[in-house]
Nanobody
Framework: QVHLVESGGGLVQAGDSLSLSCVGP????????MGWFRQAPGKERQLVAA????????YYSDSANGRFTISRDNAKNTVYLHMYSLKPEDTGVYYC???????????????????WGQGTQLTVSS
């Protein structure tokens, strides 16, 4: 079964940079769309960034665009989220998720993802 494990969260100050990692099982990892979701306190889970299985396509939310970069290394079964110029509104639990249904507009919807990690907390202080 697919099981995803996130790491890299922590406490940072506004303006800092941080990278998150997520590891999943191979060899099917390379066929998944991978996404990063954020769930802020009291808010619904929302897609922050997603990357196509072969890295030929990416998606960023308006809040992440220009400040976050998603990448993947299929040889290592790992997806990354590189974040810079962090803001307090970036605070939340970040979840890694895998979507076997292919690259489509549905990647923006949390219910299109079958597999999830446990989440890693990011807190950005001002």
């Amino acid at each position: 079964q697919v099981h995803l494990v996130e790491s890299g969260g922590g406490l940072v100050q506004a303006g800092d940079s941080l990278s998150l990692s997520c590891v999943g099982p191979g060899p099917t990892f390379s066929s998944y769309v991978m996404g990063w979701f954020r769930q802020a306190p009291g808010k619904e889970r929302q897609l922050v960034a997603a990357i196509r299985s072969d890295s030929t396509g990416t998606y960023y939310s308006d809040s992440a665009n220009g400040r976050f970069t998603i990448s993947r290394d299929n040889a290592k079964n790992t997806v990354y989220l590189h974040m810079y110029s962090l803001k307090p509104e970036d605070t939340g639990v970040y979840y890694c998720a895998a979507d076997s249904n292919g690259w489509s507009p549905k990647i923006q919807l949390h219910y299109d993802y079958e597999y999830w990690g446990q989440g890693t907390q990011l807190t950005v202080s001002s």
